[in-house]
Every structure is written in structure tokens, then in C-alpha cells.
């Protein structure tokens, strides 16, 4: 099983993330430390064999929230028999000191929301850190001992052109990460950018998407990056195992405000606001706010959505008869592969999973 505990709190609002966090404004961060950590107490049953802090910004609490939320859960868990503990972080929002924090507590991969190295795109992101921020970020948690470092890019952004794009590619791979997200920008509903494609102020353009995304691998690629997933890269022994346990399938148990889990088929949401998350954990144990069966059907549609975005694939007998037929075109046009039990992605079938997958489900 894996372990999600969502952080909801940032500096400011980026204007293209739909992920439930605001300011911390009137908000008591000691009370929803302390939420959190009795809904780890109530819920954790299963031991976990990961752990991800996600956000908002993690890595904004204080050495002493950060402090007591691990306390709690080193009560629960034996960090030595786990795989990994990521933590999200802005380069703004911690010093050496913190980062050696990081590790004392049992941090052993940091990723560190960049975006871009280029300080206009920073500032039509809204982002809060500077290049050389960005850029000192690295050595500073490498000096801290943390293991594993990601860097998470985006490409497509208003503004930005194959220029800048390949500027920040080569600049990531100078600062030499152990791991790289490369994400296409999308326009999610409750966002300013939503908002302003909508008015017709931003527009998007596959053509461009996929020049980008093939610019991306081209290059991580011959840096030594394993593209394992089509928005991962890799060196060797620096896959995300938290990540990759979504991608199969593995039962998660999210904790905070707006977090989601599935387990044994059943998909449950947290109440998405922080003040009613607070007083429903003090009141009752949690914070469950909705949930839902999975039947079969609607788990295999999910293991082919997310198995094709893998270079592992999907397995053939996921297929329906007619989805099998619809692949075979596919393989025709040189946009997948067919090997032995398993059907890949490949070439420009990479950067068309959505569409394909909705082919074949």
C-alpha cells in the first residue's frame, strides 16, 4: 500500500493548478498538523511500503510542524522498511538547515516543483523562486545527503518557446538530478488559466505539445535519462516506487484535506476544505467526505489508461475484442508495439497516450 498525506498550504496561488491548497491565512497549521496526525492514527491500519508529501507546498511548514507530523508517524511506521519518502518542495521555501531536516526525519527523495529556468516563464507561472534559487537548491540538498533528487519541469507554457524550452532542459540536466518531470501544461478547470483560455486570451496547439515532448526525450534521453513513463525520467535506481504503484494498480490510503484513496476497490475522497477537515477529524477519527465502488470494468479501463502511459505497457488480454482490432491499426501506423503478452507505446504514440487510450478503452 501506498501513503499520500496532502499539505494544503502555499505562499501564493500558481494560476494554472487545480490541486486543492490555499494561503494559510486564518488557518491554524498546529491544529491540522495535529489532524493529520490522528487520522494517520485512526486510518493507518496497513502498513505502508511508501510514503509521498504532496501539496500545496510541504516543504513550507516549520521545522517544528514538519517535526511533529514525522514524530507521528515514526510512531506508526518503520522507516527502515520502506521504499521511499518523498517530499515536495519549492527552492523558496527552505536553507541548508531545513534540508539536513529533511533527511534527519527520514526524507529520502526531494521533488522540487522548478517549472522552468527561464525568469519570464517563472513569472507568467507565478512562482515565488529564482533561477539561482532553483539552481542552488540542488547543491543544497545534495550537501543534506538526500538520496534521490526531482526536478519538476513543464513545457507548452504561455510565452515559452522551443528556445526557452531547451534552454531549461539543458539546464536541468547541468544541475544533474537523479530524476526529471516533464509535464505537459494542461488547462484544468478553477484555474486563472482555464479562465483565460476560455475568453480566448490563451489557446493550445497539439502540434507544439508534441514538438516539445519530443525535444524532452531526445535529449534526457541521450543525457542518460530511462523515459519510463511519459512524463518520467529516470537514472538508474531513481524511479519513483510511490509513482509506479499508481501506475499498477496498488491500493493508496490518502490523508488531508481533499486526498483520495482506493482500497480493496473502493475509492473515497477527504473532504476538500481544511477548517471542516480539522473539525471532522477532532469530531469523529476522519474526514471522509464521498466514496465509491470500483467493479472490474471500471478498474481494467483504469489499468489500460495508466498502463499505456509505462514503456512496460499493458497486457493484450486487458483488451477487448474490438479495442485488440482498433490496436492492431495502431501498430499499423507505427504508433504501438506488440511483444509477446504486452502492447507499448512507441515513436509518436508516446505523445498521443490520451487519444490512444481512449481508442482502446
Known amino acids: 500500500m501506498l501513503l499520500y498525506l496532502h499539505i494544503p498550504f502555499c505562499h501564493r496561488i500558481c494560476p494554472y493548478c487545480s490541486f486543492y491548497k490555499h494561503t494559510p ?8 498538523i495535529d489532524a493529520l496526525t490522528e487520522e494517520a492514527k485512526q486510518r493507518l491500519i496497513e502498513k505502508p511500503r511508501t510514503i509521498y508529501l504532496g501539496g500545496g507546498t510541504p516543504s513550507m511548514l516549520s521545522p517544528s510542524h514538519l517535526s511533529r507530523l514525522f514524530t507521528a508517524l515514526h510512531e506508526k511506521i518503520d522507516f527502515s522498511k520502506l521504499d521511499e ?21 527520514g526524507v529520502t527523495r526531494v521533488s522540487l516543483g522548478i517549472q522552468s529556468f527561464a525568469p ?10 529564482t533561477v539561482a534559487q532553483a539552481s542552488e537548491s540542488i547543491s543544497i540538498l545534495r550537501e543534506a545527503g538526500i538520496p534521490s533528487i526531482n526536478i519538476d519541469l ?18 536541468t540536466i547541468a544541475l544533474k538530478p537523479d530524476h526529471i518531470s516533464a509535464y505537459n501544461l494542461t488547462y484544468e478547470e478553477d484555474t486563472v488559466f482555464f479562465e483565460s483560455l476560455r475568453r480566448g486570451e490563451m489557446r493550445e496547439n497539439e502540434d507544439h505539445d508534441a514538438e516539445f515532448f519530443h525535444l524532452a526525450d531526445e535529449l534526457l534521453e541521450a543525457a542518460g535519462f530511462d523515459h519510463y513513463e511519459t512524463s518520467n525520467y529516470a537514472k538508474p535506481a531513481h524511479h519513483s516506487s510511490h509513482n509506479q504503484g499508481y501506475w499498477r ?12 484513496s482506493t482500497i480493496d476497490s473502493v475509492r473515497s475522497k477527504n473532504i476538500p476544505d481544511t477548517a471542516r477537515y480539522v473539525t471532522q477529524v477532532q469530531s469523529i477519527g476522519h474526514a471522509l467526505h464521498e466514496s465509491e465502488s470500483l467493479d472490474a470494468e471500471a478498474r481494467r479501463l483504469e489499468r489500460i489508461a495508466l498502463g ?18 482498433r490496436a492492431g491499426h495502431l501498430a499499423n501506423e507505427g504508433l504501438l508495439h506488440f511483444s509477446n503478452d504486452r502492447i507499448t507505446l512507441i515513436h509518436r504514440g508516446r505523445a498521443l497516450v490520451d487519444p490512444i487510450a481512449s481508442e482502446l478503452i
Open 85 to 105: 519518502v518523498t517530499l515536495e518542495a519549492n527552492p523558496a521555501t527552505f536553507d541548508a538547515a531545513k534540508a539536513k531536516l529533511f533527511r534527519e526525519l
Open 308 to 325: 499505456l502511459r509505462t514503456k512496460d505497457g499493458i497486457l493484450i488480454s486487458l483488451l477487448s475484442p474490438d479495442a485488440l482490432a
Open 249 to 260: 494498480g496498488e491500493d493508496y490510503l490518502g490523508l488531508g484535506p481533499s486526498a483520495v
Open 25 to 32: 491565512g486564518a488557518t491554524s497549521i498546529g491544529s491540522f
Open 154 to 171: 513543464m513545457f507548452s507554457i504561455p510565452g515559452q518557446s522551443k528556445a526557452d524550452w531547451e534552454e531549461t532542459l539543458q539546464h
Open 120 to 129: 519570464h516563464i517563472l513569472e507568467i507561472l507565478g512562482r515565488e523562486h
